[in-house]
């Protein structure tokens, strides 16, 4: 069968969803091709000869892209190919799709329950948590690694790759959509095939890796195993993690051992400094909690960059308060990517957040479009200060403004909210602490739970040619 794999977003990286995909329908004996909306446009690839389009939903901002992609697609063909969802979103957001537009949804495991239905006995199941035994990814179908997001350190850009050690997650964070798919599991991919596939990465130009794991040291023999391994292949490597801060509090040793491997820094989901909401979103960490891994994390020369949810129906004016003071008081400015600033609790269909009685008096309907419950919080100056805020985030990214200065605005659009309400904020006029020298980060600054910006929506090429 000739096959489309389409990939919309995965946070400027080179797609692995659709590379994997990709070796497996490969291996049944089908005819692959692949298109990467973000970097390219669907006007790139022949849409009248694939039987399947199949695309990938590995977060919230691909499956907002991916339903125009669908719709264009489906006009374009009608019941002539048969279209595929497929990645973690796909379970829980394609059900409110349109009925017709998509003909099967897929996630979690979902390498060979896709090649089912490429041979024509489509798995019943929408989540699958088979342990696969993965092949290498079919990275060759894909544009280059240059095209991708690179690592800025030292005043220099690195091509950057992306493998994942691990899928789903052992936590069951409320707020994350992971548990509504994996429900406390973890799948690995086989150290040999992934030590071979950053191998080649590395032949092919990548001087850093990032993991992409939810959290990387859910199973830390794995972790290590696969980081020793890497390093001995490719032990000038450079590479980051993302994990929580409770494991940065267990295992200093680990993180000191991957620091000696090749470790920059490490995304660590901070999410807000309210005990009130850290505790509603079951996150097993305080704010002390993240001064404490910020500390260790820094005495072993490795960056914290947090991940943050300001904007939940619990947060307060003081709450947002005490977040950009946490920021500006511990030197994290430049850790910080300003998009974090704007995230506003998504609530998709399955999330754990809907068993809480705290969730449910605030929920106002579900969004078919954007995919969300929607929620109102009880404070309307918190809901305008967060529509401001992303608005602002948005346009900055466009433009291309420094993160510095788009700071700085969410601190002037927040002090005239809490000075509308009354709400005394001692440093509001606290200029931002001295630009330190530039810790490691990605060039791309998006985030995997924010909203799209019109930019990436316009990205999608859903403008076909004749």
Known sequence: MRVLLVSCYELGHQPLHVASAAAFLRAAGHQISAVDLSV??????????????????????????????????RARRGTHVRLVLFGLYAPLCGPSLEPGLVD??????????????????????????????????????LPPLDRYTRLRVDGEERVTGYVEATRGCVH?????????????????????????????????GMRHLTFGDPDFLNAVPHALAVVRAVHARCPELTFDITTKVEHIHEHPEVIAELRDLGLLFIVSAVESTSPRVLGLLDKGHSAADVLTALGICRALGIELRPSLLPFTPWSTLRDQLDLLDMIAGNDLIDSVDPVQLSIRLLVPPGSLLLELPEMR????????????????????????????????????????????????????????????????????????????????????????????TTAQLAGVGVSLGA
Not at 44 to 66: G, K, N, Y
Not at 104 to 123: H, K, M
């Open 172 to 204: 069951r964070c409320r707020h994350c959509p992971v548990p509504a798919v994996y429900d406390g599991r973890i799948r690995v991919w086989q150290r040999e095939v992934l030590v071979d596939d950053v191998a080649r990465l590395w032949d092919d």
């Open 361 to 452: 008096e605030h929920l106002l309907g579900y969004d078919p479009e954007g995919f969300s419950h929607l929620w109102q919080h009880p404070d309307p100056v918190m809901d305008a200060l967060q529509t401001e805020i992303a608005a602002l985030v948005a346009a900055d990214t466009d433009a291309g403004v420094s993160p510095r200065s788009t700071h700085a605005a969410i601190r002037r659009l927040t002090a005239d909210a809490a000075a509308g309400s009354g709400v005394v904020w001692r440093d509001a006029d606290m200029p931002l602490p001295p630009e330190r020298v530039a810790p490691p980060r990605l060039s791309e600054p998006w985030f995997c739970c924010a909203e799209p």
């Open 104 to 141: 099967a949804l897929l996630g979690g495991e979902y390498e060979q329950a896709l090649v089912s239905v490429a041979n024509g006995s489509p798995d019943p199941r929408t989540i699958v948590l088979d342990r696969l035994h993965f092949p290498l990814p079919a990275r060759d179908l």
């Open 40 to 73: 390219q446009t669907l006007d790139e690839a022949d849409l009248d000869a694939p039987e399947l389009v199949a695309i990938a939903v590995p977060m919230h901002t691909a499956m907002r892209m991916a339903v125009p992609v669908a719709r264009a697609i």
